[in-house]
């Protein structure tokens, strides 16, 4: 999980993006947009300090406006989104080859992480491994399932689409399921926001359920912002960081680590189950509240699931939010007006921060 970022202001941190991105492209020239945030967000760019791909895109459209940069999108079904320099005098033939070059390296990628057998899919069932190896010690039930394809919870049927695992918390020392831990995975290798799409088609899924049984909803992703950990206690979700994008070691490991040398991504090869994942079931679910008011004496997954339980019904007038076509202002409107409902409708403290 990134961290606030409170020793800038957020124009100041828009202004290091604009400073480390201009650097980059000095540098390599023509760069695929997530390689730009693997560099400059994940890794942090030489000496610059890591700017959250929030305050980067800020940054990139402010360049762009000015003309300092060129932004590009090819016209595939998944295009590839480059920037540049302008063309520099008597350069454009040399640039253009680099274009080309970089954006069909680029376009592997993008295969990779569309094949589900080496990422999708894998990094569910890498979670449902990892679920599995550890249910005992951390007091859990995974029933037997179809990884992806869970249509119904405790009766329930699902109309916005299937889960990707199901995991029941056990009321230890009693043999009976307490919870359901409905769990998307999203291996994704951008950042995840509190207005993300992908977020939302969890929160919606598990908001239709919690209208009639006990959930606890828990995305697994790759990197999330502060704010979506301060989102998740206070409407109670949880969320799980991988670390890096999940890869089946299927690929040839000179292939992949070719692809990280040339683009800097946060990805691995993995295979079985994942620490992040094992550590968060066994240690995370039944630990007492974090000082988020007020203090209880209780697992931390049985606050999120009353939250959750609670909050269902406004989650479920904003269900627009799990939609990629609502974007721009009309997103940041819609997200404004369902933080205005939550804090309305909560009858806890807000840890607020969203």
Same mark, same amino acid.
């Given at each position: 999980?990134?961290?606030?970022?409170?020793?800038?202001?957020?124009e100041e941190w828009v202004e290091i993006g604009r400073a480390a991105l201009l650097d980059l492209l000095v540098d390599r020239r023509v760069v695929?947009?997530?390689?730009?945030?693997?560099?400059?967000?994940?890794?942090?760019?030489?000496?610059?300090?890591?700017?959250?791909?929030?305050?980067?895109?800020?940054?990139?459209?402010?360049?762009?406006?000015?003309?300092?940069?060129?932004?590009?999108?090819?016209?595939?079904?998944?295009?590839?989104?480059?920037?540049?320099?302008?063309?520099?005098?008597?350069?454009?033939?040399?640039?253009?080859?680099?274009?080309?070059?970089?954006?069909?390296?680029?376009?592997r990628y993008i295969a990779w992480a569309q094949d589900g057998t080496l990422c999708g899919k894998h990094a569910e069932r890498v979670v449902l491994?990892?679920?599995?190896?550890?249910?005992?010690? =951390?007091? &859990? +039930?995974?029933?037997?399932?179809?990884?992806? !394809? /869970?249509? @119904?919870?405790?009766? *329930?049927?699902?109309?916005?689409?299937?889960?990707?695992?199901?995991?029941?918390?056990?009321?230890?020392?009693?043999?009976?399921?307490?919870?359901?831990?409905?769990?998307?995975?999203?291996?994704?290798?951008?950042?995840?926001?509190?207005?993300? =799409?992908? &977020? +939302?088609?969890?929160?919606?899924?598990?908001? !239709? /359920?919690? @209208?009639?049984?006990? *959930?606890?909803?828990?995305?697994?992703?790759?990197?999330?912002?502060?704010?979506?950990?301060?989102?998740?206690?206070?409407?109670?979700?949880?969320?799980?960081?991988?670390?890096?994008?999940?890869?089946?070691?299927?690929?040839?490991?000179?292939?992949?680590?070719?692809?990280?040398?040339?683009?800097?991504?946060?990805?691995?090869?993995?295979?079985?189950?994942?620490?992040?994942?094992?550590?968060?079931l066994t240690r995370t679910l039944r630990r007492t509240p974090p000082m988020s008011p007020p203090e209880e004496d209780i697992p931390w997954y049985?606050?999120?699931?009353?939250?959750?339980?609670?909050?269902?019904?406004?989650?479920?007038?904003?269900?627009?939010?799990?939609?990629?076509?609502?974007?721009?202002?009309?997103?940041?409107?819609?997200?404004?007006?369902?933080?205005?409902?939550?804090?309305?409708?909560?009858?806890?403290?807000?840890?607020?921060?969203?």
């Open positions: 999980m990134a961290r606030a970022q409170a020793k800038h202001t957020p695929p947009w997530p390689e730009a945030e693997g560099r400059i967000s994940f890794r942090g760019w030489k000496n610059f300090e890591p700017v959250q791909p929030l305050q980067l895109n800020r940054a990139r459209r402010a360049l762009v406006d000015e003309g300092l940069i060129v932004a590009e999108s090819t016209e595939h079904q998944l295009p590839v989104t480059t920037v540049r320099l302008p063309f520099e005098a008597g350069g454009k033939r040399e640039l253009e080859r680099v274009r080309g070059k970089r954006r069909k390296d680029y376009r491994e990892s679920a599995s190896a550890v249910a005992s010690e =951390a007091g &859990l +039930w995974v029933p037997p399932q179809r990884i992806g !394809e /869970l249509q @119904e919870v405790n009766g *329930v049927v699902l109309s916005r689409g299937p889960l990707d695992v199901l995991v029941h918390v056990l009321a230890v020392p009693e043999p009976r399921a307490d919870a359901a831990l409905v769990i998307e995975v999203k291996n994704i290798h951008s950042w995840v926001y509190p207005w993300t =799409a992908e &977020l +939302w088609e969890l929160l919606v899924k598990a908001a !239709e /359920l919690a @209208e009639e049984t006990d *959930v606890l909803p828990l995305l697994v992703c790759v990197r999330a912002a502060y704010q979506t950990n301060q989102l998740a206690k206070d409407i109670g979700f949880f969320a799980c960081y991988l670390g890096s994008q999940l890869f089946n070691p299927d690929i040839d490991p000179g292939e992949f680590q070719a692809m990280v040398d040339e683009f800097g991504f946060a990805i691995i090869r993995h295979e079985g189950p994942h620490d992040a994942v094992a550590t968060y049985r606050r999120q699931v009353r939250r959750f339980k609670e909050l269902a019904p406004v989650i479920l007038r904003y269900q627009t939010l799990a939609d990629g076509a609502l974007e721009g202002q009309a997103r940041s409107a819609t997200f404004k007006a369902f933080r205005s409902d939550v804090h309305s409708a909560s009858t806890w403290p807000a840890v607020g921060g969203w």
